[in-house]
């Protein structure tokens, strides 16, 4: 009998996404081995809403504050005074989608741990996703050589799934993130739209599997 599948969308500048990281990191360690998980980049910020962070900068100085109380996670000063400061940083969810594209064509049973990296790296670290080369230290410590995947990242080919990515998440009606999706026999459920604390969404995800 096939496993039951579980689709996290997620977008790596996603705020509510990095709250709700340790939640799906403490799911996948429990079920990981009951459950076949992916990772989808949900493509948050592209086509019309690329541009400034500073257009932003406003709310997301009241709205993180608030993803802190409810979820217990922590923004990074390189972020909050670093990244949310830049004039010039451009809000693009298409290089941190390819990014995850990339690795999970080499090591697709470590993405949920990689998302996490990534919304790490961004909202604690305030390190630019946009640039290339960043990536590199990232996936140095999953054993991937930082010079060959920061080589292929801009590949056309990763462009395109990327895109047929955003695309997938978009056919499934899925415009807010986090999402999860469950997957058992031929019947999908949406288990979570939006961040949910781990006991909420075990037991969504529980019965969805047990319907």
Not at 93 to 104: C, D, E, I, Q, R
Not at 118 to 146: C, K, S, T, W
Request: aromatic share 12%.
């Amino acid at each position: 009998m096939a496993k039951p599948t579980l689709l996290y969308v997620y977008d790596a500048l996603c705020g509510w996404c990095y709250g709700f990281s340790p939640v799906i990191r403490q799911l996948h360690d429990r079920y990981g081995d009951q459950i076949d998980f992916t990772v989808l980049s949900g493509g948050m910020i592209t086509g019309n809403r690329i541009g400034p962070l500073r257009q932003m900068r406003t709310y997301i100085q009241g709205a993180y504050k608030t993803v802190e109380e409810r979820t217990g996670i922590r923004f990074g000063d390189g972020y909050l005074n670093g990244l949310l400061l830049d004039d010039d940083y451009i809000s693009d969810s298409t290089k941190p989608g390819a990014a995850m594209t990339l690795f999970k064509a080499i090591l697709p049973e470590r993405a949920i741990q990689f998302a996490a990296d990534l919304q790490r790296a961004h909202h604690f670290d305030g390190m630019d996703l946009n640039v290339d080369a960043n990536y590199g230290p990232l996936v140095e410590p999953y054993g991937i050589d930082p010079e060959e995947f920061v080589a292929h990242i801009g590949d056309e080919a990763i462009r395109q799934q990327t895109e047929q990515e955003f695309g997938l998440v978009a056919s499934y009606g899925i415009n807010g993130f986090p999402s999860v999706i469950v997957g058992n026999g031929d019947q999908l459920y949406l288990v979570a739209r939006g961040y949910l604390p781990y006991e909420a969404l075990e037991a969504n995800v529980l019965r969805a599997i047990n319907s």
